[in-house]
C-alpha cells in the first residue's frame, strides 16, 4: 500500500491517511476483502504516530471503507466504498480545484485550456486502468 | 480513566536573574507521545530535569506516577528509560558492559530485546564507548534507554546533531514504545518537523513560558492562514480575533489565526476584506507565530 506522509502539507497526518486510502480504494488500487498493514507496521513505515493511524482506520471504519475482523485484521471493505454524501463529494473537489485553478492563474493558464487537459488525462488514465485490469 | 504519567503545576525556576521556567504547568496523559518545543535555553532541559528529581521543585509541585521524583528517586526513575542531549556514557566501558553494568539497576531489564537493538542498531558489543560515532552513541544511549521496557520515555533532544538515519531510528524507538500498550513517551525538540509526525500532544515553551499545549489535531484544526485582499490600501495590519502574526501592505495581507474559521471569515469581510487564499500553517509556521506574538506583546508591555 503506497502512502506518502508530508508533515509540512499543513493538512492533519490522519486525514491525509484517510484521503489516500480512499483514493487507492476508489481507484482500485486496494480490492475489497485485501488486508491493511496492522496500526502498529504502517505507522513504522509512515514514521508517524500509531495513535494517528489508529485514528485513521477508525473513521475509516466507521465510514464502512474498512472493516475490522477480531485477531485477523483490518480489511477493505467487501461492500467497496459507499458512495459519499453529494456536498462532501463537492467540498473534496472544491479544495483540489481551488488549488489547480490559483497554480494555472499563476501560469497564465486559460480555463478552456484546463478543461482540454482534464479531458486529455481522463482518457490517459482509462488507458492505463484497462491495461492494469487486463493483467492477470 | 488512568492518572497522568506527567502531571507539574505551577513549576517556576530562577537561576539568579534568570527565570528559565515560568508557572508551568502540564499534564501528560498516558500512553501518548508529548513533545515539548522550544528554542535552544527556552527551559526544556531544565523542565526535564525536574521530572527526572535531578532539580527540586522550589515553586509549584511535580508529580511522576503520581510520585515525587525528588522524594521517591528509585520509584520513579526505575520506570523512567531516559536520553540526556549530552548522552553521557561512561567513555571507558565497552558497551556490552555498559549493558551488563545498567541491567543491575533494572529489574525489568529485558536481555532478548537488548539484544533485538543491539543487531537493529548495527552495534558492536565490543566496541569501546569512547570510539563510537555520534550516531552510534545515541543509539547506545537509546538502548540503555529501551530495553527495560520503561514505562515512560524520557528524551531530550533526542535528534539534535544526528544524521537522518540515526533519527529514523529515534523516531522508530519512540513510535515502537507507544505502540506497546500504556508507555508512554515525552521529548523535547527543536525538530518541528518530527514532532508533527510523531506527536499526540504538543507543548510550547518559549523563554520559561508554556506558550501553547495543547493536542497536535486541535493545534492544527485551530490555526489558520488567510490572504486578505482589500479594496483600498490600507495603512495598519487588519484587525482579527486571535491573530497571531500578519505580513503584507497595501491591498493584500497575510495573517496566521488561531480560531473558527468562519469567525474570521465574518470579520475580515466587515472590515472591507475578501479572503482571496486560505491554507493550513504547518507547526512550525505556528511555532514562529506563537513566539514573535510573545515578543511583540511583551515589547508593548
Not at chain 2, 539568579?16 to 496523559?29: E, F, H, I, P
Not at chain 2, 545515541?138 to 521496557?149: F, P
Not at chain 2, 519512540?174 to 508512554?184: L, Q, Y
Request: aromatic share 6%.
Amino acid at each position: 500500500m503506497q502512502i506518502r506522509i508530508s508533515p509540512q502539507d499543513g493538512v492533519p497526518i490522519y486525514l491525509q491517511i484517510i484521503n489516500q486510502v480512499n483514493y487507492l480504494v476508489a481507484s482500485r488500487r486496494l480490492l475489497p476483502g485485501e488486508q491493511l498493514p496492522p496500526v502498529r507496521k504502517l505507522a513504522e513505515t509512515l514514521v508517524v504516530n500509531p495513535n494517528t493511524v489508529a485514528r485513521a482506520y477508525r473513521e475509516l471504519e466507521t465510514a464502512g471503507v474498512l472493516t475490522t475482523r477480531r485477531g485477523a485484521g483490518v480489511f477493505v471493505s467487501e461492500a467497496g466504498r459507499p458512495p459519499l454524501p453529494q456536498r462532501e463529494r463537492k467540498r473534496i473537489l472544491s479544495e483540489r480545484i481551488d488549488i489547480l485553478l490559483s497554480e494555472a492563474r499563476q501560469m497564465g493558464v486559460e480555463l478552456e485550456e484546463i478543461v482540454e487537459l482534464l479531458r486529455q488525462r481522463e482518457k490517459a488514465i482509462d488507458k492505463s486502468n484497462m491495461g492494469r485490469r487486463s493483467e492477470p | 480513566m488512568r492518572e497522568n504519567v506527567v502531571e507539574v503545576q505551577g513549576l517556576t525556576r530562577r537561576f539568579g536573574a534568570k527565570t528559565a521556567l515560568d508557572n508551568v504547568s502540564l499534564g501528560v496523559r498516558p500512553g501518548i507521545v508529548f513533545g515539548l518545543v522550544g528554542e535552544n535555553g527556552a527551559g526544556k532541559t531544565t523542565f526535564i530535569k525536574h521530572l527526572l528529581g535531578l532539580l527540586r521543585a522550589k515553586t509549584g509541585s511535580v508529580r511522576v506516577f503520581g510520585l515525587d521524583p525528588v522524594r521517591d528517586p528509585v520509584g520513579v526513575l526505575g520506570r523512567i528509560g531516559y536520553l540526556s542531549e549530552e548522552r553521557d556514557l561512561p567513555d571507558w566501558m565497552r558497551i556490552h558492559e555498559l549493558l551488563n553494568y545498567t541491567q543491575a539497576f533494572f529489574p525489568k531489564w529485558d536481555e532478548a530485546y537488548a539484544r533485538e537493538l543491539l543487531e537493529t542498531f548495527a552495534l558492536d558489543s565490543r566496541q569501546k564507548i569512547k570510539t563510537l560515532s555520534r550516531g552510534q552513541r545515541a543509539q547506545t544511549g537509546l538502548l540503555v534507554a529501551l530495553a527495560h521496557r520503561p514505562d515512560l520515555l524520557l528524551l531530550d533532544e533526542p535528534s539534535s546533531g544526528l544524521d537522518p538515519v540515526v533519527r529514523r531510528d529515534i523516531l522508530g524507538a519512540i513510535i515502537r514504545t507507544v505502540a506497546d500498550e500504556g508507555r508512554t513517551v515525552f521529548f523535547s525538540s527543536h525538530l518541528l518537523e518530527e514532532v508533527e509526525r510523531v506527536t499526540d500532544d504538543v507543548g510550547m515553551i518559549h523563554a520559561g513560558r508554556l506558550v501553547l499545549n495543547a493536542p497536535l489535531d486541535q493545534i492544527k484544526a485551530s490555526h489558520h492562514r488567510l490572504t486578505l485582499r482589500f479594496r483600498t490600501s490600507q495603512a495598519a495590519p487588519p484587525r482579527l480575533p486571535g491573530i497571531l502574526f500578519c505580513e503584507g501592505a497595501g491591498l493584500e495581507w497575510t495573517v496566521l489565526c488561531d480560531g473558527a474559521l468562519d469567525v474570521l471569515r465574518a470579520a475580515a469581510e466587515k472590515q472591507g476584506a475578501r479572503i482571496v487564499e486560505e491554507g493550513k500553517p504547518t507547526l512550525e509556521e505556528i511555532f514562529v507565530a506563537r513566539v514573535k506574538q510573545t515578543v511583540s506583546v511583551r515589547k508593548e508591555a
